[in-house]
């Protein structure tokens, strides 16, 4: 059974940083069925949106507003994802997720639970 546990969460002043984790278990990220990764957030009242996501074919989107403040990586050995985020301002507030698509006979859609982010002014 495939699992998402995000990690890094907290509250933080604008300006200031935090990076998230993304911890991966009943299947490897490097699995030729995973069909792309990445990180959503919800703020309140908002739908959710997309961060920041490994395409297939090895190409990276952004969000506009966090292209030049954000960074999504992964570290294979180790089956995580990270989100590093910088310059943070209170727009960032929202609760995070971590996604990962699998193409079998149909495409499986698994999200992580969530993680808090609150930025103050």
């Known amino acids: 059974q495939v699992q998402l546990v995000e990690s890094g969460g907290g509250l933080v002043r604008a300006g200031g940083s935090l990076r998230l984790s993304c911890a991966a278990s009943?299947?490897?990220?490097?699995?030729?069925?995973?069909?792309?990764m990445g990180w959503y957030r919800q703020a309140p009242g908002k739908q959710r949106e997309l961060v920041a996501a490994?395409?297939?074919?090895?190409?990276?989107d952004y969000l506009y507003p966090v292209k030049d403040r954000f960074t999504i990586s992964r570290d294979n050995a180790k089956n995580t994802m990270a989100l590093q985020m910088n310059d943070l301002t209170p727009e960032d507030t929202a609760v995070y997720y971590c996604?990962?698509?699998?193409?079998?006979?149909?495409?499986?859609?698994?999200w992580g639970q969530g993680t808090q982010v609150t930025v103050s002014a």
């Open positions: 996604k990962i698509e699998v193409q079998l006979n149909q495409l499986l859609v698994y």
């Open positions: 490994f395409r297939p074919g090895g190409t990276i």
């Open positions: 009943g299947i490897a990220l490097t699995d030729p069925t995973t069909r792309s």
